[in-house]
C-alpha cells in the first residue's frame, strides 16, 4: 500500500513516520507540511538518510493534488483538517489523528477494541482516530460499563499525559523550564475531549454517562495515565472487575489486563513508544469505590499506534501488522 | 533558640537544615542520623564548608544524651521514631516530621490553617507534623466541608507527588531509569495516608467523612498536588467556593486561593522550595462536581516548612519566621 | 536601598526577584518590562499575592522616567540594553545581567573574584555582570593561570548548562519535548561568550589566553558545568592545583575548592538556587592534562547571585548579604 | 537461530530482549538471570504477556547446562563474566556485552566500523562488545587519525551519558532526586573505559596514542556524546574532515556524518532507541582545535544494537538486520 501523512513533522506525524517505516506491508510515498514544506525529510529526521524514505521531501498540502497513494494519515492542527480533508479523492483512505471528525457523519471513530467499532472500521473509507485521554479512559472503564458494573454517573476521569499530547505548537507555553519540575491540571472549565468521552463510554454502556474529565500536564514526554474512579452496581469484588475486563479484552492484541502488585497500578513507561495499553482495577469497600487505571503511551496506542491499527483493518491486513515492537524502557 | 535535628540527610531532614540555617531565631547546635553517624556536616552539604554549622558533625541519636537544646526536628523513617522519642527530656519540644504520631494521645496535629489546631500548637510540646498529601487535600477540602458546600461522602482524593515525598530509602524502586518518563499509581490497595486524611477532614466537617484516596509517583524531584472531587451540598457556583477558601485562610500568610486560568490550576512549580500552598476551585455544572484543588511543595509546606511553622508557634515566634522565601522557579 | 529590576519576567529576573524579596537592605520598589508591561507582578509570582512587592505592577521600561531608585538590575535579551542604559540617569547605579557592556569602557567587569575587581566594583556605578559560561570557567582556572601551573594557549573548556542559562525567548528551540532525553553541543562555529572568556582569563594570567570553548545544553532547569584541560607548566600534582586554588579563594565567601571523591567532581546540584560555587582538580599524569572543573547554578553565581553580590559592594554592603542561603536540593 | 541472553533484567540486556523480539532471523528461547531467576519473564516486561517469548521464565545462569542454542548474548555486571563464560560450550557463539572480554586473547573486539574488524568479527566464535564511551569517542576520531589529520597526542574527550549507560545495580547513588537536576564529571581519578580507548584508537592511528578522558553524569535516561578536541596535523579545514569521515563511513549503513547546523552538533535525542550514530567535525582556526563530537544511543550503538549487528556478522546475516527501527524521539 502506497501511503501519505500530512502533518509529518509534528509530534504524531512523525511517530507515524517511525511506525510505516517499520512496517511490512506500507510504503510511505508522500509526506507532507505547512512550515516545512520544501525541507527533505531527511533534514528532520536525520536518522533517515541512509535509507529510502529519506529521499522524500515535505510538500505542501494540496489536497487535490495528491499523488497516487492508498492511504493517508492526516495530523493536523486541530480546526485545520475539515475543509481540506473534504478534497481529498474519495478513493484515498484516511485515517485522521487530529480531533475534527470524531462526531462527523460517514466518519468511523477508530477505537478498535470498542466492540462495534472494529468491522465498522474495516469497512470504512474515512476514520477518525480517537483521543489520546479518551483512549485510555475507555479501555480502563468500557469493560465495567458493559458489564454493568459500576454506574454510568458519577464517574472521575483524573487523567495525566506526558507533553508531547499537547501537540507541537504551544511551544511557549510548554517550554523546558517551565514545564520540567511542575504540575498542573488544566481544562477545569471544560476539555474538548469530555464529549467524546461521553460519547465512547456511552456507546460501552448503551445509555448515557456523565462525567467529570480533569487532565493534568505531567514533565516526561510520552506516557498517558487515566485514573478512573466510579460507584459499584451491586455487589462487587476487585476480581469481577478484572474479570470483566478479561472477557471484553479476551481477543486485544494490544489491551492487557494487569492486578496490581503491591497496591501499584500500571506504570506508562511499559508501553513506551509501542501500541500496547495495560489496564487495571481495585475496589475500595471502604468508601465504595471503584478504581479504574489505563495506561498507554499517548502517541503509540493514543495517535499513531492506534491510527496505524485502523488503516490495517480498513487494508486488510492482520490488525497487528507493524505494530508489534515492544516498548523502550527506559 | 537551640535546634537539633535527628534524620538531616534524608529529604525532609536536609530541607530542615536549609529552614533553620536561613531562620533569624533559630541556631543549629545538633545534627544526627544513622547510617552517616560520624560524617562532617559539611561532607553531606558542601556548600555548609564556609559557614558556622559546617563545624558540626553528624551524631548517633542517643535520645537521652542529647546536648542542651530546645528544640528538636525529628525526621525520621516511618515506625523508627516512637521508641526514641519516648525518651527524650520533656523539656525540649518535638516536631516529628515522620508519621508515628499522628495519632498519638498527648501529640497535637501540626497542620496550622486547621482552625482548632494553631492554637493547639502554639502550647504544645509535642507535635506531629502531618503527611504532604493530606497537607494538600486538606487545604483544598476543608473550606468546603466547614462551609458545608460539599457532600462529606464519596470525595475523591486523585493525589501526584514528585519523588522526595516518597522518603529516602526505597531507593532502588526509584532509580533515575526506571522513575523517568514514567507514571504511576500507588496505594491502590489502600495507602498509609487514608485514615490521616479521615481525621484531619472530619475535623473540618464535624463529622465522619468518607474518600477514596489514590496516590501517584511523578517524575520530577519536588512538587504534590492534591485533585479533589465531591459532589456539591445543595444550589453552588464556583465563586462561593472560592469566597469559602478566602474566608478560611484570611489570615493564612502561606495559603492563598488562586482562580483558574484559562481552565488551568495551581501549578506544583509555584510553590518550589517554598512554604506557600495554592488552592483553586472549580465546578462542573454538567456532571455536578466540585473540583478542588490544592498545590504544595512536599518538602515544604508538606514536610520540613509546615514543621518549621509549628515550631515558629511552639516557640512563640511569628509563624512566618524564617519561612518567606519565595519558591525557587524554575 | 530602593530598587528597581528591569526584565523581570525573565529567568534572571525572576531569580532577582526571588534575592531582592529576601535581601535585608534592598527594598523592592520599582519592576519592568516588555510584553508584559502592565501586568501586576503577582499574576507572574503567585507566591507575591500575599507580600508587600506583590502589590507592585510591571512598567514598561522608560529609562528617563525611572521613579527615586538607588540601583537598577538591568536582564534584557543580549542587544536590547546598550541604547536605554545609556540614559538612565548617572545617580542610579546599575548592574547589567546581559552580555552588552562586558567590554564597554566605563563599565566594569563584575567577577568579584578576580582579584583586581573587587576594589573595581565596589566603586564603580555601572558594572556588567558576566556570562554564566565565564563564571564557572573562569573560577576553575584562573587559580592555575595565576600560580602559573598551565599553560595559557591549548586550553580547553567543554561546558555544559541546564535550561535556563539559554533565557527565556528561544522557547521554540527548547520546548520541553524537544529538549528533554536530549543533549547537543552548540556554539561550534564560535560562541560570543568566547571574547570574554579569553578577556577574563588573560587578567588572571597576566598575558594572552587562547582556547576552544564548547556550550553544551543539558536536559535540567538549572546548572552549569565547565570541565576544563590545560597542560602542565613544569612539574606539577593534584595537590598544587588545590592548594594554589585554596590560597586564591582564601577570602571568596562563595568559593570552595573540593577534593574529586571516588574521582567525581563537584554536582551542579551542590549549588541549586544558591550563590555558592565548586572547583576541583585533577591532574592525569599519563597524559599530561590537567582537569578543572567549576560547577555553579547558572542563574545564581552565574547571574542573578553574581548580580547581587556586586551591588552588595557597589552600595558598600557586606558582600554575602542575602547571598547566604543554602542550596535547595534536592 | 536460536538466541539466549543472561542478565535480561539489565538496562542493557532488556534492550537486547526488545531488539531480539523484533529480529526476523533469531528466536529468543532462553533467557537467564541471578536475582530474577524463577520470575517469569513476562512479569518484569508486561508488553510480553500476549506474546510468545512471554511464556519464558528467567532462568538461574548454569553455563554449563545451557539448552540448545546457537548464541548467547551475555550482559553480566563488569567481573562476573570471565569465568562462566569460559565454561559454555564452544559450539555457542557468544556476544558479551560486558567489559570483561575487551583485551582477552581469542576474543575479537566487535566495532564494526573499526575497519579491519568487521571481517574478523564475521570469523568469530567469540566477541566482545565495545564500551559505549569508547564507541561514541572512536566513530568521531577515528576517521580523522586514519586519514593523518590529527595529531595522535594531547587528544581530550570529553563525554556524557544518561543514567542507563551505569548499568543497574549501583542504585542507590543514582536514585531519581539525586541523579535529577543535576550534573558532575566523574572518573577523573582514571575511568576503566581508558585503556579501550587507547587501543581502539590505535588501531585506527596505527600507532600510539594519548588522551584525557572525562565521562559525565546527565539527567537523562539514554544517550551519550562524546565531544572530542584534538590539535589538527598539517594544514587543514573542516571540509576535510567530514570528507575524511564520510571516506571512512562509505559503506557503513548506521554511521552519518553531519554538518554542524547554525554551530549545532549532533543530538543523541537523534538516536534514542536506535542502532544509529552521528559524527560532525568543527575546525577552531583561532586556537587550532579540531572538535569531534559523537553521538549514540548508549543503549543502542553503545550497547545491545552493536551487539545485535555483531551477532548479525556472526551468524552470516545482513549486517542491519533487526536494526532499521527508526529513533522514538520524542
Known amino acids: 500500500m502506497r501511503i501519505g501523512i500530512v502533518g509529518v513533522t509534528g509530534f504524531g506525524g512523525s511517530e507515524l513516520l517511525r511506525l510505516i517505516a517499520g512496517h511490512p506491508h506500507f510504503e510511505l510515498v508522500w509526506v507532507g507540511g505547512e512550515s516545512s514544506a520544501g525541507v527533505p525529510l531527511s533534514k528532520r529526521f536525520p536518522a533517515l538518510a541512509s535509507r529510502p524514505e529519506g ?27 475539515r475543509q481540506p480533508l473534504a478534497q481529498v479523492a474519495p478513493q484515498i483512505r484516511i485515517v485522521d489523528v487530529g480531533g475534527d471528525h470524531r462526531f462527523t457523519e460517514d466518519w468511523v471513530y477508530g477505537l478498535t477494541e470498542l466492540a462495534q467499532q472494529r468491522a465498522a472500521i474495516a469497512s470504512a473509507r474515512r476514520v477518525a482516530n480517537p483521543g489520546c485521554y479518551p483512549v485510555a479512559a475507555v479501555l480502563a472503564l468500557a469493560p465495567l460499563l458493559q458489564h454493568g458494573l ?12 506526558g507533553v508531547t499530547g499537547t501537540g507541537r505548537g504551544g511551544a511557549s507555553g510548554f517550554g523546558f523550564a517551565e514545564t520540567n519540575e511542575d504540575l498542573f491540571a488544566y481544562g477545569l472549565a471544560g476539555h474538548p475531549h469530555v464529549p467524546e468521552l461521553r460519547n465512547a463510554l456511552a456507546l460501552a454502556a448503551g445509555g448515557p454517562v456523565s462525567l467529570a474529565f480533569t487532565p493534568h500536564l505531567v514533565p516526561m514526554n510520552r506516557g498517558l495515565l487515566a485514573t478512573c474512579y466510579a460507584r459499584p452496581r451491586g455487589r462487587i469484588d476487585a476480581a469481577m472487575l478484572a474479570d470483566a475486563a478479561r472477557a471484553t ?9 494487569v492486578e496490581p502488585e503491591n497496591g501499584r497500578g500500571p506504570r506508562t513507561g511499559w508501553a513506551t513508544a509501542s501500541n500496547y495499553a495495560f489496564v487495571s482495577y481495585a475496589f475500595d469497600a471502604d ?8 495506561a498507554i503511551d499517548n502517541l503509540g496506542k ?17 490488525e497487528t501488522a507493524g505494530l ?6 527506559p
Not at 492506534?306 to 491486513?317: K, W
Open 249 to 257: 479484552y479476551r481477543d486485544a492484541a494490544f489491551v492487557q489486563v
Open 150 to 161: 459500576i454506574e454510568p454517573d458519577g464517574i472521575v476521569v483524573d487523567a495525566k499525559s
Open 302 to 318: 493514543g495517535a499513531a499506534g492506534q491510527a496505524v491499527q485502523n488503516a490495517n483493518l480498513m487494508c486488510g491486513f492482520p
Open 287 to 294: 468508601c465504595g469505590q471503584v478504581i479504574a487505571c489505563g
Open 324 to 329: 508489534t515492537g515492544l516498548p523502550a524502557r
Open 55 to 81: 529521499g522524500l521531501t515535505i510538500e505542501r498540502f494540496e489536497p487535490q493534488a495528491l499523488p497516487a497513494i492508498d492511504l493517508l494519515f492526516a495530523s493536523l492542527p486541530t480546526g485545520g483538517s
